[in-house]
């Protein structure tokens, strides 16, 4: 259609009907049964008549389901505009991929939307037009369960991968002509905004940040979002500068719309237009309904009170009905881009769906992603990879050694039948090795607290826990090597999955150690949606790798990894702290008036804690490979840069595999502001890039450095950058010291 017909359809439409555009019910409201619950349900007091109109819903899913429900719906509504499926398509749909915090760790944008397309290709083919994804949270505290969802601890980082999302979802067609092609889908960036830094952690928390800090360190990822074309934007169930998202005129209006241009449409999350009563800055659902459409708030998830509430309001006078058909206009201009008016099906069909979901081309991308996400954190004597001849018989034990829960929290659609298990691919992939599988634990011990969406989760094993164990500790005694497979239960991170204590359930530490006290040689495979205090485990095992949860291909990629197949060469996307008591800890921190240095590390006063080191176990971009690699020195192309119309800097190093086999390295360029008018972090991201070395081999790689890049928001409030002495690092992770110096003149 075009605008000028979707303006005639507007102008045709009751109140009632427009009211019902800007409202989303869960899916069990337009077929009975079928209702995933992704947030509590409260009373929704529509009638028949008005579910009818309702515009959209989530969480249904299914290509003959979809099918049926359009059609049923459409013909029952007035002027027959189709109805909008969401769900959260988060790492993939039934393909499961790496959860985003591995995806980070992967340092690979191109891999990273190569899975959004992937995902997108699968959604579409289930029916579905929206996913609400990415998620673009800054996180740089573990102990909020929600970490796993988001890309990580930094906004270069992140806006890297959130233009990949976007861009993978949404596809190239959209980009072009402003049109969908069947086989995207368009992507509901979320939570806007400053989601990820709720007070100690806890889950819906307030948020309390600077405006500053909110504009250099959270808001990035999301710009690049919308400038990569983001067609829809969620709210967040905080608190910011103690205004709730969902009534943040600040916030929708004021920024996402008028000074980034944002044109689309946005959402509150679950419910949290009701929420707004709860927050206690709404007294009743009239209030709450006026609040959110003040704050530039088009879609009502899960609630009822646009629909309700809005003719009345409308009526009223007390909001103006040009605000409400502004709302309903970018409503419907999403649906026409999605080509719903022209076809409301999008061509799918079962046959259709059936051939792409969980196809071996979608299994291969799935198994490229784990690989190239798995982060090697210790490799003492080169235990691994393993060895038919060198590693003798292994033994691999826990509770992941066998289990399909591998696809994190926010993987609705996963199905573990479906995935691969280590020890399914070990049996396949290790004949010439001797092997022998023990469960050994539990996930968690019965008093953890694990919750899924539909109630309490029992963490349960095939027998008592000394059982289990002494049937492990045989094992091991009588292996040459252990792999471990330990971790988190998958919905201890995710959604309301906040926790105090992050270290690995405690069920799981007695099996460690009592597998380490029978046989040294253990290779800790470890799941985890978060960074987690590894002390014990780090201490405990020679060799550490994680792999988060990486999804349908998950024993596959981890056999292969363990065997050399594949060389390690993820990153961390976010420091792993030493301890809870340092949370938060980031690479980018500040110096501090009274920093700890190399000389003075014997006096009192200064920046540091009593019992514990400042720095993270493990810090943001660290990861080993089975191979080394060397860097020269940094060479620059100058010595300065000019702030007006001067030419870019090149920065470049040159990398050697000095080892024995090919590898990925993650080249990885920070820069540090040395004096600046506001205190600025010790140093930042400002360029990756991921290349292979055979051994022996060596290759340059250079960096582009401009002055945007070096630009800051200045103590008067504006963003630029200033004239003085900079630093670049290039080396293999946050830490590195190879750098040179340049001026900006
Ligand atoms: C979550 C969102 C999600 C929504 C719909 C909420 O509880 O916070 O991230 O997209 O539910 O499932």
Sequence with gaps: MTEKELKKLLSEMSLEEKAGQLEQLPFGFFEDGNTVLTGPMGEISLTREQIALTGSTLSGCGAAKLRRVQREYMENHPHHIPLLFMMDIINGCDTIFPIPLAQGAMFDPQRVK???????????????????????????????????????????????????????????????????????????????????????????NAVELSDRTLREDYLPAYKAAVDAGAQMVMTS??????????????????????EWGFEGVSITDWAAMAELMEHRVAADDLEACRLAMDAGIDIDMCTGIYQFRLPQLVKKGVIPVKKLDEAVLRVLKLKNALGLFEDPYRGIDEDAEQAILLSDEHRKQARKAAEESFVLLKNEGGLLPLDPEKSGKVAFIGPFSDSGEVSGAWSILADPAKCVTIRQAAEKKMKKFRLRFAEGSAFADAEDPIAGFDGPYIPGASGPEEELIADAVEAAKEADTVVLCIGEHRLMTGEASSRANIQIPAVQARLLRAVSAVNRNVVTVLFTGRPLDLREVSSLSKALLVVWFPGTESGNAIVNTLTGKNNPSGKLPMSFPWCVGQVPVFYASFSTGRPVTDNNRDMKFLSRYMDIPNDPLYSFGFGLSYTSFSFSEVSLSGKSIKRRGGKKLTAGVRVTNTGDRAGECVVQMYIRDEVSSVARPVRELKGFKRITLEPGVSEEVAFEISEKMLRFIGIDGKRKSEPGKFTVYIGEDSSTMNGADFALM
């Design 114 to 204: 190569k899975a959004a397309q992937t995902a997108a290709r699968e959604a579409a083919a289930r029916g579905l037009h929206v996913t609400f994804s990415p998620m673009l949270d800054t996180v740089r505290d573990p102990r909020w369960g929600r970490v796993m969802e988001s890309t990580g601890e930094d906004p270069y980082l992140n806006s890297e991968n959130a233009k990949a999302m976007v861009k993978g979802y949404q596809g190239q067609d959209f980009g072009k002509t402003g049109v969908f092609a069947r086989d995207s889908v368009a992507a509901c960036i979320k939570h806007f905004a400053g989601y990820g830094a709720p007070l100690g952690g806890r889950d819906y």
């Design 237 to 258: 169930f905080n608190t910011l500068d103690r205004v709730p998202s969902t009534a943040n005129r600040r916030l929708f209006s004021d920024l996402l719309r008028e």
